[in-house]
């Protein structure tokens, strides 16, 4: 069986790989993301596929997980922030409303792709400025989308129907069974 490798430079997406596949190898894609025109589920599948297939081209003994995570909330996608000032906005945005978290996941090997979109839908508390302020400051926003994690510790979330993983960039559950349609328990 070929190797597995992670089309992805994310430190969460390798801490939840790692949780669930002992042998792995990290290669970043080159993939440029563009979203224009496309639903958030649309985005986030896209984007997955994009930097599988890019990875897989320059390792076609390979197998290539690749995902992408996006935020939306009211019909506007939310991707990563520009800096501590977008990040500020993006929270004051999520503020007490309702949004969807969806990750694209997509599994490449030599005649075998499996592609999946997974969405969690979540609830934010009513951010105070002092709080926004006091979690940009932490610089944890920054690489997140939606500028935010579910896991920083923050009293950002109040509930969330789904799977937190996927919330964190990587959803687990749909991954070990993606991953055991294409070699069993090797991983």
């Given at each position: ?10 430190p ?84 007490g ?7 694209g996941?997509?599994?490449?090997a ?21 709080l ?41 559950e ?14």
């Amino acid at each position: 069986m070929s190797a597995l490798i992670l089309a992805s430079n994310s430190p969460r997406r390798r801490e939840l790989l790692a949780t669930i596949a002992e042998n792995f190898l990290v290669e970043p894609s080159r993939f440029e993301e563009r979203a224009e025109g496309f639903s958030a589920r649309e985005t986030a599948q896209r984007f997955a596929r994009g930097k599988a297939e890019e990875v897989f081209s320059r390792f076609p003994a390979c197998t290539v997980l690749g995902a992408d995570t996006v935020v939306s909330c009211g019909g506007e996608i939310l991707g990563k922030p520009a800096d501590d000032g977008q990040a500020a906005q993006m929270l004051r945005f999520l503020s007490g409303k309702t949004h969807s978290v969806f990750t694209g996941v997509c599994l490449l090997a030599a005649g075998f792709r499996e592609e999946r979109t997974v969405e969690t839908k979540v609830v934010f508390y009513d951010l105070t400025e002092d709080l926004i302020q006091a979690y940009v400051r932490s610089g944890k926003p920054r690489d997140k989308a939606g500028a935010y994690g579910i896991q920083d510790g923050y009293p950002l979330v109040k509930r969330y129907e789904g799977s937190y993983t996927n919330v964190m960039g990587l959803p687990v559950e749909e991954v070990r069974a993606m991953l055991a349609a294409r070699g069993g328990n090797k991983w």
